[in-house]
């Protein structure tokens, strides 16, 4: 049976003092004796006390929490964005509290409920695939707590966030494939009511309509952008009666998924048909051929998320406007989208 943690109250009683003596003594209050501290801090220890500093900040008006929800930690991007949130917020004296939302936005509306019972200070999120509103965010706006969206952000709205210029990410890697001599480039697109996606989308766009190429849908592939979307997404691919010479990937769950479909055809990459995805997964310097990719600095967004976080929770009694950080993506090249000359 699990034995009862001591309290305050306990160390109380069992000294002859009061509560507040022992508060005081175990906060090191100048009022306290040497001596009483002593006895004091040698039975917590024989007892095993455990200041509760939850409690004690909330009653101060803090609760040094701060709440993430992220839509999965599997592979290489979340598990990076966490890092550098934690980072910068232990420095700034604040613990994490991490959620999951598992792509469902009813997850997500009950992650946001768990948040604000713990009575966090501020969150931190990047939206579930499935998130079409932004109603289960207004209780977070009315309680005036500060929220911050990071990479996922549903288009149109006027909220702070840190995102990644995914146009210019798109644009680049579109522009590389057809340095290459990809004419019939393909793209396998995620959910457009998303920032990340729709922004995906206009670059490969961009970048085909500058080098005088037609926008062709029926090689445009609509998916969840998960390794079985990209193989069904390939499959349907080669089922045209002209085949495309490369596909970008707004995910390389999404292209990996397509290099398993093109070895079971016995077709080579990138001599057949190139490929380059998103994101800069750790797996995507593990495939053969490696795959290109774009560098999304998720340690960096994840710190900028907390520095905007702290800077609204400074500004807060000041009308703090929505502030929007974009970084700069990163075109990494590898041997699948490097055709030899």
């Given at each position: 049976?699990?034995?009862?943690?001591?309290?305050?109250?306990?160390?109380?009683?069992?000294?002859?003092?009061?509560?507040?003596?022992?508060?005081?003594?175990?906060?090191?209050?100048?009022?306290i004796?040497?001596?009483?501290?002593?006895?004091?801090?040698k039975?917590?220890?024989?007892?095993?006390?455990?200041?509760?500093?939850?409690?004690?900040?909330?009653?101060?008006?803090?609760?040094?929490?701060?709440?993430?929800?992220?839509?999965?930690?599997?592979?290489?991007?979340?598990?990076?964005?966490?890092?550098?949130?934690?980072?910068?917020?232990?420095?700034?004296?604040?613990?994490?509290?991490?959620?999951?939302?598992?792509?469902?936005v009813?997850?997500?509306?009950?992650?946001?409920?768990?948040?604000?019972?713990?009575?966090?200070?501020?969150?931190?999120?990047?939206?579930?695939?499935?998130?079409r509103?932004?109603?289960?965010?207004?209780?977070?706006?009315?309680?005036?707590?500060?929220?911050?969206?990071?990479d996922?952000?549903?288009?149109?709205?006027?909220?702070?966030?840190v995102?990644?210029?995914?146009?210019?990410?798109?644009?680049?890697?579109?522009?590389?494939?057809?340095?290459?001599?990809?004419?019939?480039?393909?793209?396998?697109?995620?959910?457009?009511?998303l920032?990340?996606?729709?922004?995906?989308?206009?670059?490969?766009?961009?970048?085909?309509?500058?080098?005088?190429?037609?926008?062709?849908?029926?090689?445009?592939?609509?998916?969840?952008?998960?390794?079985e979307?990209?193989v069904?997404?390939?499959?349907?691919?080669?089922?045209l009666?002209?085949?495309?010479?490369?596909?970008?990937?707004?995910?390389?769950?999404?292209?990996?998924?397509?290099?398993?479909?093109?070895?079971?055809?016995?077709?080579?990459?990138?001599?057949?048909?190139?490929l380059?995805?998103?994101?800069?997964?750790?797996?995507?310097?593990?495939?053969e051929?490696?795959l290109?990719?774009?560098?999304?600095?998720?340690?960096?967004m994840?710190?900028?998320a907390?520095?905007?976080?702290?800077?609204?929770?400074?500004?807060?009694?000041?009308?703090?406007?929505?502030r929007r950080?974009v970084?700069?993506?990163?075109?990494?090249?590898?041997?699948?989208?490097?055709?030899?000359?």
């Amino acid at each position: 049976m699990a034995r009862a943690k001591a309290s305050i109250s306990d160390l109380a009683q069992q000294l002859g003092v009061s509560v507040s003596t022992i508060s005081r003594a175990l906060s090191d209050h100048p009022s306290i004796s040497d001596a009483t501290k002593k006895r004091v801090w040698k039975l917590a220890k024989e007892l095993h006390y455990q200041p509760n500093h939850l409690a004690a900040g909330l009653r101060k008006g803090r609760s040094n929490l701060l709440g993430v929800i992220v839509p999965h930690i599997d592979g290489h991007f979340f598990t990076l964005v966490v890092k550098g949130i934690e980072t910068v917020a232990t420095k700034a004296g604040f613990n994490v509290l991490i959620c999951q939302s598992n792509e469902d936005v009813a997850h997500e509306r009950k992650n946001i409920e768990t948040l604000l019972s713990a009575q966090v200070e501020g969150i931190l999120v990047s939206l579930a695939r499935t998130t079409r509103d932004f109603k289960h965010f207004e209780k977070v706006n009315k309680q005036e707590i500060p929220l911050v969206f990071f990479d996922r952000v549903l288009d149109g709205l006027n909220v702070s966030a840190v995102v990644l210029d995914d146009r210019e990410g798109g644009y680049q890697s579109t522009k590389h494939l057809i340095a290459q001599g990809c004419r019939r480039i393909a793209h396998f697109c995620g959910p457009l009511h998303l920032n990340i996606y729709k922004n995906r989308r206009l670059g490969y766009i961009d970048a085909l309509l500058e080098h005088g190429l037609p926008v062709e849908e029926n090689l445009i592939f609509h998916c969840d952008m998960t390794v079985e979307d990209g193989v069904r997404g390939m499959q349907q691919l080669l089922a045209l009666r002209q085949r495309p010479d490369a596909v970008f990937s707004a995910s390389d769950f999404s292209i990996v998924g397509a290099l398993q479909e093109l070895k079971r055809h016995n077709l080579r990459v990138p001599q057949d048909l190139a490929l380059a995805g998103f994101s800069n997964e750790t797996f995507t310097s593990l495939t053969e051929p490696m795959l290109t990719s774009v560098d999304q600095r998720c340690e960096q967004m994840g710190q900028s998320a907390v520095r905007l976080f702290l800077e609204m929770r400074e500004e807060r009694e000041a009308n703090f406007s929505p502030r929007r950080i974009v970084l700069p993506p990163e075109l990494l090249i590898r041997a699948s989208s490097q055709r030899p000359k």
